[in-house]
């Protein structure tokens, strides 16, 4: 058994040279700059050893932000609306909540005819196109030039539509918070989605997300997307390894590497609890058929000259 | 009046419909109240769906109001047509409020369509200035509506 405490004080070293690394490509100012390239996160399971320090992190960094329910919840107009309350299992890390942006998967799998099993941390996979973001009806959710998406806690309405429309179901609704307690409370809204803002407020200073900071095997990496996946292909290569989160929902902003195929892994999904299936482009729609918008006036106006010019030919 | 605008108001008001409850179901009250529930209407709650027919019916809206507007000021140079007493009449009114709302609920609508292709940041307060424009122009225009079918206002006065 390796002695973790000298391996962490090995690592503390080395990941602070790649911390470094990092922000002298410029962190903090990717946090604001919407002319340099996104950032995105490599994850290589191969390193993970579950140990959850990053779990933990995660929960220090941001309890700051998250839900602070009053009670009793008003009542919810009709009766099928679920009243969503973690606020009394805020110790719950082994699926996602409103308290927990991070867990830890559990996963087996055979590499070289031997099980393995692995340690995967699951959060929000930060998409380039990120429909939770692009398709809240009221731009609660936001993203950012640097690639990360959030959810603004004070304009949230809690209406679930971000985690329908994630192909992870992603975000975790907590009720009883937010702004649809000042607008119609029994008719309108449930409370507030919370999920891994990738610590905007930390890298808004220059600073790793408090998950990669915390992890004592480096298993995370932050920097350019390009750089990371070509960090990732390597580290791919070396392990005969595989990938996920290039093209899944049109390309993400995480990128994990794994030693034995996706769709080999046996793992616990469900509530709270990401799979890891392929996951086609669901913005793709939409982007197709803008150039329907494109085209239409000008069929439109095309008509309607083919008619003025048959007209004309009639006067003659 | 002639029946002679009749198809295309037929095709307006399929098109209004559908655009109006496509829009509505962005939002998600649908499976809420039980509309979704009710047999046949269940793609009422999926989003990828309603938000596919809200950018078809969206593109039909642009070719009808292209045809239209294009075909009015066309018709009015034509000796056959300006027989048509239409061709001659003036828009009323509550065409004005609709023809602004409408053309509110195209430019929002467009912003909002861009800003959802892929590499696009748009800044949040942007974003919900056009979200609740596209509404209100939305609001305007059913009022509109509602009040010109209840009133008998027609698009036209001669
Ligand atoms: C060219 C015309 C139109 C385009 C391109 C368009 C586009 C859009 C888009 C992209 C959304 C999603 C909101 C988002 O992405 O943040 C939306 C929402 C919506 N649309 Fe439209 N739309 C058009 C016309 C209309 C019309 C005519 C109506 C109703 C009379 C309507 C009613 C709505 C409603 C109620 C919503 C949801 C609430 C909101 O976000 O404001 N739209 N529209
Ligand atoms: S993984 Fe889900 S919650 Fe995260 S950005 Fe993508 S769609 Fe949004
Ligand atoms: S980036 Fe920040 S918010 Fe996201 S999982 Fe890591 S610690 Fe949590
Ligand atoms: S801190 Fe690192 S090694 Fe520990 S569980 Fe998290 S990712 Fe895995």
Redesign the pocket.
Known sequence: MRSLVSRRQFLKSTVFAAGTAVTGTGLANAATNANEEPLATLIDISRCIGCEECVYACKDANAPKFPKPEKPFPKMVPARVPVEDWSDQREVTDRLTPYNWLYIQYATGIKDGKEMTLTIPRRCMHCQNPPCV??????AAKQEPNGLSRIDSGICLGGSKCKNVCPWDIPQRQTGVGLYLDILPAFAGNGVMYKCDRCYQKLEKGEQPACIEACPEEVQVIGRRSKIIELAKERAKEMDGYLYGLEENGGTHTIYVSPVPFDQLTYDTGKGKPHLNPAKDTMADGSNLALA?VIAPVAGAAAALGKFYKNMKEED | MTDYFKGRRLIYGLI?FF??LS??A??PIFARYYISDIPGLGWLAQFYVTHAM?YIM?AM??ALGAYVGIDAVLSRKLSVSRQNPVNKGRLTGMAWVKIVS?AG??VT??V??V??LSGVFVSHNV?ISL?LL??FS?MV??GATLYSKIRKRAWIAL
């Open positions: 692009k398709l809240c009806p009221w731009g918008l | 209004l655009i109006t829009g509505f962005q939002m809200h969206a809206l642009l409408l609920l195209v609508g467009s909002l369509v800003k959802n974003i979200d596209h509404l939305c225009l059913l």
